[in-house]
């Protein structure tokens, strides 16, 4: 069980996150939905400590920090359960696919080669790359490299995985590729924290929806209750302008389309 408790976060005078509580049972994939600049980055950075909360309490399993008491041993040891997937992949561009996933097994927890070895290629595969070993970052698509990072982060066997947005960089075409590599791993009961814009994705795929906006959670609750049955005017307000945004794209590209099979 994933827990942090009134985690809150300030950059300079403005306050990112405003005493955040949030539960993530074994085995559920939570959703984190939000405006641009609601917080809902800056909290899973936190969660492995990318970003040093200001406050708070932070529990992962049977291992907890106080965010004011922290030492490098305690954030050592969080971040040995956690694993993170980045928005822009964030892999080593002189390494191959097989030594980027290698390197958190060798360098950070110590695993010899040889298993490291074995290991990044049993998930190199899992993620449909066992063709891709010896390819640079360079050679790969944005679909393979984002697939590469997942491999990275399942490799590590963490408590929870988290992914910051894991599709936003990508070419439209890609991103289904990515999806159905992260649909395939919730299948597997793998405790997940996802920040997205994938708005069909994350009523697909989530137990547990959060609405963050101005650095505190909103709403949250089922997808259904989310989606379905909002409760808050400023949760039906940001689903309102999405749809909007999601039609407005259809009706252009069928534009396009209609436009290219007359011309």
Known sequence: MIRLSQISKSFGEVQVLKGIDLTV???EVVAILGPSGSGKT????CVNYLERPDDGVITIGDFSVRCREVGKRDIHQLRQKSAMVFQHYNLFKHKTALENVMEGLVVVRKTPVDDAKKRS???LK???LGDKLDSYPS???GGQQQRVGIARALALNPEIILFDEPTSALDPELVGEVLE???EI???GITMLIVTHEMGFAKEIANHVLFMDGGNVVEEGSPDDIFNNPKEERTRQFLQRLSREVSTHSSINL???GDENHG
């Open 42 to 45: 800056t909290l899973l950075r």
């Open 121 to 123: 290629i049993e998930f």
């Open 186 to 188: 919730a299948k597997e």
């Open 255 to 257: 534009v396009a389309t």
């Open 181 to 183: 590599v992260i649909r």
């Open 25 to 27: 049972k074994t085995g």
């Open 126 to 128: 899992k993620v449909g």
């Open 139 to 141: 050679q790969l698509s």
